[in-house]
């Protein structure tokens, strides 16, 4: 019933921006909290971003706080990542989710639907 498809991602060098954009086939988007999440190889997949359905309030992880910014446009059916002064630490590949009612906002068990990801690369 729903699908995500980020798009964004690249390779870039430390102090460099990004914006991630995911794009959402559902039928009725503005019903669905959506977050971003990051997972490196060989690492759990980790809470980023979230946003509530209406965009009245967000959520972040704390080492993306001040450089990072979660947005979303209901009537194009899109939520979107600023990264900005990325760190080599960030590379990961990143992934939105969505769900009506999540569990709760910072797990990845809280979301139903799931994109296929967008790889970031930091270098130094």
């Known amino acids: 019933q729903v699908q995500l498809v980020e798009s964004g991602g690249g390779l870039v060098q430390a102090g460099d921006s990004l914006r991630l954009s995911c794009t959402a086939s559902?039928?009725?988007?503005?019903?669905?909290?959506l977050a971003w999440f990051r997972q490196a190889p060989g690492k759990d997949r980790e809470f980023v971003t979230a946003i509530s359905a209406d965009g009245s309030a967000t959520y972040y992880a704390d080492f993306v706080k001040g450089r990072f910014t979660i947005s979303r446009s209901n009537p194009k059916n899109s939520v979107y990542l600023q990264m900005n002064s990325l760190k080599p630490e960030d590379t990961a590949a990143y992934y939105c989710?969505?769900?009506?009612?999540?569990?709760?906002?910072?797990?990845?068990?809280?979301?139903?639907?799931w994109g296929q990801g967008t790889q970031v690369t930091v270098s130094s």
């Open positions: 559902a039928p009725r988007f503005n019903t669905y909290a």
């Open positions: 989710a969505a769900d009506q009612r999540p569990r709760n906002y910072y797990y990845s068990s809280g979301y139903d639907y």
